[in-house]
């Protein structure tokens, strides 16, 4: 692996990668690539007294995949094997949600929801088991939309249902994305949210709805 091709993605790491969350840093290439680069990135830390770094190598999980591209994280991910070791990290719960998701739109497709209005009809009726949404909601430039969906995370932990918020860095999350970055799991059906369009908007009402739980989402998923 070329010296400055590792140094780049070394300082994404540093920048981007906060250890007092991170559970697990997979890294996937064919052949020995990931190896090269892990000890790379331990002997700058050493050089440089990253401390921080030096002391996460029990989080790094080397895996093999067939090529660089996107996709192969995905098979990675969905292998027996390395679920395994990654069995107490969120990836591998937001896969197995993602999963669960995609089994009941086969079997029961009336108990599932996906696209803003739909999600937002269904928590109007009490009716979500389980919220998935992508964590770029929460970033969103306008105020009012960050607001409505920290309101709607709160209104489904209200109701017992539970909330899982995806990376967008993720590949669970890029699927998410093709749902419209929102979806969830229904506790009975709902045919009528069906009829509603997936891909448009809820409006947004400019209220005075405090945001002091924003950072939480945010700080908890970067």
Not at 15 to 39: A, E, T
Not at 124 to 153: G, M, P
Request: glycine letters at 4%; charged letters at 25%; one cysteine or more.
């Amino acid at each position: 692996m070329v010296g400055s091709v590792c140094e780049a993605v070394f300082q994404a790491v540093v920048r981007h990668v906060n250890w007092s969350i991170v559970k697990c840093l997979l890294v996937c290439s064919p052949g020995f690539v990931n190896q090269d680069f892990l000890q790379y990135c331990m002997e700058e830390a050493v050089k440089r007294e990253m401390k921080d770094i030096m002391k996460s190598k029990p989080k790094w999980l080397l895996a093999p995949c067939s090529s660089g591209h996107m996709h192969c994280l995905k098979e990675v991910v969905a292998s027996k094997n390395i679920q395994a070791k990654l069995a107490d990290t969120k990836a591998t719960e937001e896969v197995k949600v993602l999963e669960r998701f995609f089994e009941m739109m086969q079997t029961d497709e009336d108990r599932v929801a996906y696209g803003p209005l739909p999600v937002f009809a269904a928590v109007e009726k009490q009716a979500v088991e389980t919220l998935l949404v992508l964590d770029s909601v929460f970033r969103s430039n306008s105020v009012a939309q960050r607001k409505k969906y920290v309101q709607l995370v709160e209104d489904v932990q209200e109701l017992n249902g539970d909330v899982h918020i995806f990376s967008s860095m993720h590949v669970s999350g890029e699927q998410l994305s093709s749902l419209n970055g929102i979806a969830a799991i229904l506790r009975f059906p709902c045919p009528e949210l069906n009829e509603l369009d997936s891909e448009e908007e809820v409006e947004v009402i400019p209220t005075n709805t405090s945001v002091m739980y924003l950072d939480e989402y945010e700080e908890e998923e970067l």
